[in-house]
């Protein structure tokens, strides 16, 4: 292979400097065709009486006008940024640089490979398929943290198993000990019920039968927290979690929605949003994007930082024009925030909720065949309340509902979270 004299051939160019045997630094080209560095072709024409070539000993009359060989220059600046090593980007059968990839063998090739062995294949450049992996790479990155997430999701599920385990055979030891004490109000009964003393049967009838009432009432309400504590660990989180995402084309022209549809708050001004009859223009609400009309599913809204708000689902028919009554006979059944510290479910007639404490994040799961929609305080996994016995005959959508930000105070978003 013959080629111009400043690039003789790219094995020699490919190769170390012959006298450092270091990659070349700034490469110049003697007469004969041989490449140096130009310290060391100096150095050595420096210790030798003789001006000759290190490589092929060509003389030369008088030290020659060195030539930079920008060939090579642009070779390593191109390909040597990343590593030392020159010879691994060239070659080895056309002694020609590497600058295409085969996606079909998974190689790197030279332009001359391409009218040989690889003439049908897919090649492309290779800063290209490097574009490419970066993507790939960054895509992988994320599906690793995914499954990162989901194994940090088990573990604390593993966790909460552990902790409601053990709440759940405290429960069991109570309900046993009351158990006992009602067969030994039993046997006292029997026993009672055999004598003729009216009068003292009277006498026991009343403290009896009130003691049997407490006990009962003082189980009943710990059983109910406990288990829908465990329901909502083992089922809702575990297997239920839908993706809910915003449906911008029924927000309310004064809602802010976040690009991935995930955020949703009250803005000082009126969008210019396209009308679509599905909109509401009166009540600052709107809907999620999935409908769902059969099975169950769940999903959770952080609240955090707001001091009104609306949650639940309506069906698909629902009014959303003009002021909306939230209740069931209108198709909503939804729980609220008013006046920061008012807790409400919106049903027929509306209930005043006593909560404890403050949720931060919602959960709200949904039964449609059971005619089901409950709400639940995620962080101290408690319920909060429960539509029950409801009949749902068509599609049902998540609603939300930031309320209005009186001049800041309700700024935070409610954002979706599983």
């Excluded at 006979?329 to 919106?346: H, I, M």
């Amino acid at each position: 292979l013959t080629l111009p004299n400043n690039v003789q051939n790219l094995t020699s160019e490919a190769k170390p400097c012959s006298i450092c045997l270091e990659v070349f630094n700034d490469p110049v080209s003697t007469p004969c065709g041989h490449n140096f560095c130009v310290v060391c072709l100096r150095q050595y024409w420096d210790s030798s009486s003789r001006c000759q070539c290190p490589v092929c000993k060509a003389e030369f009359p008088q030290r020659p006008a060195l030539s930079i060989n920008t060939f090579i220059s642009g070779l390593k600046h191109k390909l040597m940024d990343p590593v030392e090593n020159l010879e691994d980007y060239i070659c080895q059968k056309h002694e020609r640089p590497l600058e295409l990839f085969c996606r079909d063998d998974q190689v790197t090739l030279c332009q001359f490979c391409t009218d040989a062995d690889h003439k049908t294949h897919s090649t492309v450049p290779i800063e290209e398929e490097s574009v490419e992996k970066k993507v790939i790479d960054h895509m992988q990155k994320e599906v690793q943290q995914m499954i990162q997430d989901k194994l940090n999701k088990v573990e604390e599920i593993k966790l909460s198993v552990i902790l409601n385990k053990r709440q759940a055979e405290e429960f069991i030891k109570e309900l046993e000990q009351e158990i006992t004490e009602l067969k030994r109000r039993d046997t006292e009964l029997e026993q009672i019920s055999h004598t003729e003393d009216h009068l003292h049967l009277l006498q026991v009838r009343v403290p009896l039968f009130l003691n049997s009432n407490a006990v009962r009432h003082r189980t009943a309400l710990p059983i109910l927290r406990g288990f829908s504590s465990l329901l909502l660990t083992f089922s809702f989180s575990l297997c239920l979690s839908v993706d809910v995402t915003l449906d911008p084309n029924t927000a309310h022209s004064k809602l802010i929605l976040s690009d991935d549809g995930k955020q949703v708050k009250h803005g000082d001004k009126r969008y210019n949003y396209p009308y679509n009859h599905k909109r509401f223009d009166c009540c600052v609400c709107v809907l999620g994007k999935e409908g769902f009309s059969s099975g169950r599913f769940y999903y959770e809204v952080q609240v955090r930082g707001n001091t009104e708000w609306d949650l639940g689902v309506t069906r698909e028919s629902s009014e959303r024009n003009g002021y909306i009554n939230l209740n069931p006979d209108n198709g909503y059944w939804t729980v609220c925030l008013r006046n920061k510290t008012e807790y409400e479910a919106l049903d027929c007639p509306s209930v005043l909720l006593s909560l404890k404490q403050a949720p931060q994040k919602v959960g709200v799961f949904v039964d449609y065949e059971e005619g089901l929609v409950s709400f639940y305080d995620v962080e101290v996994r408690s319920h909060i309340y429960s539509f029950t016995g409801q009949t749902f005959t068509e599609k049902l959508y998540p609603f939300f509902s930031p309320s209005l930000n009186h001049e800041d105070p309700n700024r935070a978003p409610l954002i979706i979270t599983s």
